[in-house]
């Protein structure tokens, strides 16, 4: 009933995996070491350390697309690895440029990389006396340090992953052409009143419910509708669907909330007309809209 990776992977598509993920996690490692030494708020270094690991997670997940990785476990494996060595690398380029911006000495950060143990002894120095503090002057040092590091790497493997098995999952695989299948139709359309019957009905291959819906607004709650086709056969369709919920403070200022409804449910190519249709049926009263309006507003 719904997508799942077959688990199927090559040698090649591995080592394709690896190289991808590890040059854009040098290029990324780079920046993150020496940009997070000019952000002196917390929080900003916080998102920094977050979009670098996910960054990291979206090298290695393309990767893995690239590669035609179709094995979650593997793309785990593939992500859990490069994440951490992207971690080490940022470390060996953080601290010659720690030192460098304190006039004590320059060190190449290549010949740093290869020899952990000296590493590990400018880590055990610079903790010693500090870096920058998290509310006040004074620089935060000792276990507080230990522990703003260790939450900082969690946070990079931790996002890398999360990032990395996203990118993987993104788009089904078609089997029997051996290629990602493409959006094939996307769409927006009025929330319905029951989700769990909608589901039910889409499972049971009822569209009619979902044709019955009218055109929806990014402005307030609505349906985005996904369908992934194979180019090559067009024999291979799934459909997502994510219910979007908007909700405004006092203020005026919007929260949205996605909940995945369906994600990668297989359809039959009848079905997948349906979607193609209701999309340009949607799409044709959506351009539509602007001109009856600008021919009222003419009438005034």
């Known amino acids: 009933m719904y997508y799942k990776h ?5 040698l090649g598509g591995l080592i394709v995996a690896m190289v991808t993920g590890c040059g854009g996690s ?28 996910a960054l990291i997670g979206v090298a290695s997940g393309y990767g893995l697309v690239w590669g035609r990785v179709r094995n979650d476990s593997v793309g785990l494996a593939v992500t859990g ?20 911006s304190q006039h004590v000495r320059h060190i190449d950060w290549t010949t740093l990389a290869q020899r952990p143990g000296a590493l590990w002894d400018l880590v055990c120095m610079i903790n010693r006396y500090g870096t920058w503090g998290l509310s006040s002057g004074e620089a935060t040092k000792g276990l507080a340090l230990w522990a703003i590091w260790f939450l900082e790497a969690a946070l990079v493997i931790g996002m890398a992953l999360f990032a990395g098995i996203g990118v993987l999952n993104h788009r089904p695989f078609c089997e029997a052409c051996g290629r990602w299948c493409k959006r094939g139709a ?8 029951d989700v769990a019957q909608l589901k039910l009905q889409l499972e049971a291959t009822d569209f009619r419910p979902l044709e019955n819906l ?10 985005l509708v996904a369908l ?11 459909m997502s669907l994510t219910h979007v919920t908007i ?34 049926k949607m799409a044709r009263a959506t351009n539509a809209t602007p001109k009856v309006n600008a021919a009222a507003a003419g009438k005034r």
């Open 6 to 10: 077959s688990g199927r992977f090559t």
């Open 26 to 53: 040098l290029i990324l490692a780079s920046v993150y070491a020496h940009g997070i030494i000019l952000i002196p708020e917390a929080r900003l270094a916080v998102l920094a350390t977050i979009a670098f690991g």
């Open 81 to 100: 690895t490069i994440s951490p060595l992207a971690l080490y690398l940022s470390w060996a380029m953080w601290v010659p440029a720690i030192l460098d």
């Open 186 to 193: 996307n769409l927006i359309l009025a929330p319905p009143q």
């Open 214 to 223: 009218g055109p929806g607004n990014k402005c307030t709650d609505h349906l």
């Open 228 to 238: 992934d086709s194979c180019e090559q056969c067009r024999e291979f369709h799934t």
């Open 247 to 280: 909700r405004r403070s006092k203020m005026g200022k919007p929260t949205v909330s996605n909940k995945m409804i369906v994600q990668h449910l297989l359809v039959g190519p009848g079905q997948a007309d349906v979607v193609r249709l209701l999309s340009e």
